[in-house]
């Protein structure tokens, strides 16, 4: 069953395109606000071929193993934070280095925990379109 899950993930996170929650934000800096829109009737064409296969009670099995999957996970972010904590006041009182390689460092550090944001938020997207599908 978890590998299942794990193969939905890792094929969910290499689709270009995901149904589910459109976010908009405005053009205007100055407008702080996001629009969403939910789309509770659509299953993404990659989910339909699978999802049609599970009846209710296999179904609910398969949310709940997610949900309680992505909690486990969840906490991953606040070790990569705290990581990157200490090795950004590494690199800063290091004297070896001068300050154009810190800053590349440290740079590159912050691009490499967006990218695990991304994917979390690829991984939750899965997870929304997981539950509009089986539910």
Excluded at 109 to 119: F, N, Y
Aim: charged share 15%; aromatic share 8%.
């Amino acid at each position: 069953m978890i590998k299942y899950i794990i193969s939905c993930i890792i094929l969910a996170l290499n689709l270009n395109s995901i149904n589910g929650i459109i976010i908009t934000t405005p053009l205007n800096r100055n407008i702080n606000t996001i629009k969403m829109s939910y789309d509770y009737d659509v299953c993404p064409d990659y989910l339909t071929k699978f999802t049609n296969l599970f009846d209710t009670k296999q179904s609910e099995m398969i949310v709940k193993g997610t949900t309680s999957f992505l909690t486990k996970v969840d906490g991953i972010g606040g070790y990569i934070l705290h990581t990157n904590d200490v090795i950004i006041n590494f690199l800063l009182n290091n004297e070896v280095l001068n300050n154009d390689i810190k800053k590349g460092l440290i740079l590159q550090l912050i691009s490499l925990s967006q990218a695990g944001d991304a994917t979390g938020h690829k991984i939750l997207q899965f997870y929304y379109d997981l539950v509009s599908c089986l539910l």
